[in-house]
Nanobody, 118 residues
Framework: QVQLVESGGGLVQAGGSLRLSCAAS????????MGWFRQAPGKEREFVAA????????GYADSVKGRFTVSRDNAKNMAYLQMNSLEPEDTAVYYC???????????WGQGTQVTVSS
């Protein structure tokens, strides 16, 4: 009932910046939260950041606090992840996630690759 499409990934040098975008469509009127997860090769998918759709209150993993900023545009049904001071350890596929009221499962985008070179 919700479709998510990520964009904005790419190659960047250590210390650089990228902005990821996530476009939501479908049952967006019931959005509770949009978040970002990442998965590096051979590792489990981990939480990065999320934002309440109504209050705008953000939350971050300790590893990205002070470097990443999550935001949303309710009118455009978009979520963003501004990534600054990128490190090689940030290299992963980044996935957008949507939590919807009264839904059995969260929804996920297809992922976008972020590669940070040293």
């Amino acid at each position: 009932q919700v479709q998510l499409v990520e964009s904005g990934g790419g190659l960047v040098q250590a210390g650089g910046s990228l902005r990821l975008s996530c476009a939501a469509s479908g049952r967006t009127f019931s959005l509770l939260r949009m978040g970002w997860f990442r998965q590096a090769p051979g590792k489990e998918r981990e939480f990065v950041a999320a934002i309440s759709w109504t209050s705008g209150t953000p939350g971050y993993a300790d590893s990205v606090k002070g470097r990443f900023t999550v935001s949303r545009d309710n009118a455009k049904n978009m979520a963003y992840l501004q990534m600054n001071s990128l490190e090689p350890e940030d290299t992963a596929v980044y996935y957008c996630q949507a939590r919807v009221r009264n839904a059995a499962y969260d929804y996920w985008g297809q992922g976008t690759q972020v590669t940070v070179s040293s």
